[in-house]
C-alpha cells in the first residue's frame, strides 16, 4: 500500500473518475484520498467517495506491487500521455516543470498580496485586483443570506427558537443545542453512539443474554457469528468489544446486523461484559467450544462465520501446546456432520417466542452437510501450529504462515501477521489509519479519546451531524453466480467487471474470492476458497468468483442480495 500525490490532470475529476483512469489507464488501484475540511481541521481518508470533486495536489492510496509503479499517478499528464497505450512509458514531461514553475508564481503573487494588505497598502496589480472581487462577491452573498434567511443566532450557533423566547442571549432549561423544537428528547430513541459511527443500545445486563442449551436450540439462528472462546475466570481481558464493534459499524443498516452468538465460560463473559453491554444483538451459551451438544444448539452450520479464540495464557514449558484448545475445537467442528436441521424453519416463524426473532431468518437456506464445509476461523499463537489445522493441507511443516493453504484460504490467523503493518507505518504512517478505517468500520478520534477514558460507548441522539457519519463505505462481497454482475462471469475480463461496478454501482472492485478447485468438476473439489488481492486487468472470471467490493452507504434497501456473503 503507498501513498502518492496525484498529478495537475486529475483535478476536479470525481473519486469513480479518477480511479477508473488510475486502474485502465495507468494499471494501479486507487482505494482513497485524503481530505481536507473546509473549515481548516485535520485531514481525513475518505474511501470510494461518492459526490466530490478533487481539488489540485489530493494524496491518493493505492495497492501496487512497487513505489516506482505509483509514482506513475504524479507524472501522468493528459496533454502528453493520453495516447500512450504502455503504462511504463508513463514518466515525467516537460509540462510538469511549467505548471509547478507557474504555481510558484502563484504562490508568490499570493504572498505579495497579503504582505500589502497587512502594511495596509493596496496592490496595484491586475491579479490581485481580479482576485478581489471573486471574494467581494463571496462575502456580499454571505452577507445577503445572513439578513434574509438565516435562523437567530445565540451562543455562536444558529437556533430556532424566535427572538422574544431568548432571554439575555442564553439557552433555556440547559439544553445544549437548540433542537428543543426539532424533536422531542424524551421520546426519541437513541439508535447509535455518540460520535453516529456504531450501533447503540441501552446497557442490558449479562444475565439478559445468557442462552441455556434448550434456548438456544429453540432459536432459530441462521446467517450468524458464532465466537468459540476458551478462557479461565482469570483469564486476561482480550478485549471482544474490538471483534465485535466493526460487525455494529453504523453504515449496516439494523437489519443487516448479523446476531453473535459467544460460546464459552460465563464466568469470564461477566468480566468482558462491561465492553460489550451497548452493542445490540449479543447471545451468551454457557458451555464449552468443544462440546458437540452446544455447538448444534447454536447451529454453528449455519453461520456466516465460526471464530475460534483463546484467552489463556500459553505455558513456557512446551510453545506447541499454546493452541491445543483451539486446534482441538477447529478439528472437531471439521468432523461433525449435519442433517437437515431447519425444516421446521417455517412453523417455528410462527411463535411468538422472543427468542425466534434473534436469528436472521430472512435467509433460509441449507447449511453445510459436512463440519469441513463451516466457514472458521483459527486464533494461533504460534506459526508453526498451522500445519495442524488442516488434514489435508500437504504443505512442508517449516513453510511460513503466509504461505500456507490455511493462511491463504482464510482459516488461520497469528498475531505474527500484524508485524508486517510496523514496517508498513514506519514508511507510511497514513497506511496503518486506512487499514484501520476498512477493519474497524470506522474509527474517530473523538472515539478513540471516549474508550481510551474508559467510559464506553455512550449513546448518542440522531442529529443531521450524526447522521451523516454513516455515509461511508463498507467491505463487502459480490457472486457472479446470479445477480446484476452474473453476465461478468461468463468468461468476461476482471477490467470489464471493474469499470462496470464503478459506473454502474460506484462499487469499486478490489479483489477476487475463487474456489481453491474451481477447475475441478469431481467429488474431490473443496469449497475452499482463497482471496487474489487486485487482479491484473486481463484476468479471466468464472461463475463460481466472488468480488470483494467498497460499496458506498444506501440509504435504502441494496439492490443486491449481501446476506450470505457480508463482511
Known sequence: MYTETLSPSFSGMTFSQASELCFVKLKLLLLAIEVKPIDGGDTKISINPQSSKMPANTVGFFIAQSAEEVKRAWFYCKACHEDVKDENLIKKCKCKHLMTFRKGVRAIQLVGKTMANKTGATPATPFSAALSKPLLNIKNSVMAKEENGSKPVMNGRPTNKPADQQKNGKMEVGIADDQAKDFDFAKTEMKYDSTGMFHWTPARSIEDCILDRNQAAMTVLNGHVVVCLFADPDSPLIGLRNLVMPLRASNFHYHELKHVVIVGAVDYLRREWKTLQNLPKISVLNG?????????????????????????????????????????????????????????????????DALNNMGDTTVKRPGPIYGTNVPMITELVNDSNVQFLDQDDDDDPDTELYLTQPFACGTAFAVSVLDSLMSTTYFNQNALTLIRSLITGGATPELEIILAEGAGLRGGYSTPDT?????????GQISLSDGPLATFGEGRKYQDLFVASLRNYGMLCIGLYRLRDAALTTVDATSKRYVITNPPFDFGLLPTDQVYVLLPFERKQSRFSFSETEV
Open 288 to 352: 464449552s467450544p468443544l462440546s458437540r451438544a452446544d455447538l448444534r444448539a447454536v447451529n454453528v452450520n449455519l453461520c456466516d462465520m465460526c471464530v475460534i479464540l483463546s484467552a489463556k495464557v500459553p505455558s513456557n514449558d512446551d510453545p506447541t501446546l499454546a493452541d491445543k484448545e483451539a486446534i482441538l475445537a477447529s478439528l472437531n467442528i471439521k468432523a461433525m456432520t449435519f442433517g437437515d436441521i431447519i425444516t421446521n424453519i417455517e412453523s417455528m416463524g410462527d411463535s411468538k
Open 467 to 475: 447522521l451523516s457519519h454513516r455515509d461511508r463505505c463498507r467491505v
